[in-house]
């Protein structure tokens, strides 16, 4: 992700930054196991759900379902998926360096980056924001 041009005095004021910021932003991951897509599959729409708890996510659920399709069944300990964030809404989605999607969905945008850096987070944003700043 591209480091922020300016300083941040508090981590919320970081993560609302990235959430809002109509700037080019990317997630790396990179898979410690073997995994199954549909296991990715759920692993997302759990991260998504428990971040949009009041939304409808019907749609982005047949979203998640098309950007895993282009995943192995298999996905491999030390695969990777990139989520490349061009704009606000333009959205990427590479599995081992191949794009799988591409969209100008700002729904699906901002339910994936919601897994990362929304009220419910699946990982410690004090870790996060500290690896984005040091970054």
Request: glycine share 2%; no cysteine.
């Amino acid at each position: 992700m591209e480091k922020p041009k300016s300083d941040f005095p508090t981590k919320d004021s970081l993560i609302t930054f990235i959430l809002n910021a109509n700037t080019q932003q990317r997630i790396e991951l990179e898979f410690l196991r073997d995994v199954t897509r549909e296991q990715i599959e759920e692993a997302l729409m759990q991260g998504i759900e428990q971040n949009n708890a009041d939304s409808d996510l019907s749609k982005i659920k047949e979203d998640i379902e098309r950007l895993s399709s282009g995943f192995q069944d298999e996905v491999e300990k030390h695969s990777t998926l990139t989520l490349s964030r061009l704009s606000k809404k333009e959205l990427n989605v590479f599995f081992n360096n191949t794009l799988v999607v591409e969209t100008e969905n700002q729904a699906l945008a901002d339910a994936l980056w919601s897994i990362w850096f929304g009220k419910d987070p699946i990982v410690n944003t004090e870790d996060l924001v500290q690896n984005i700043l040091v970054n």
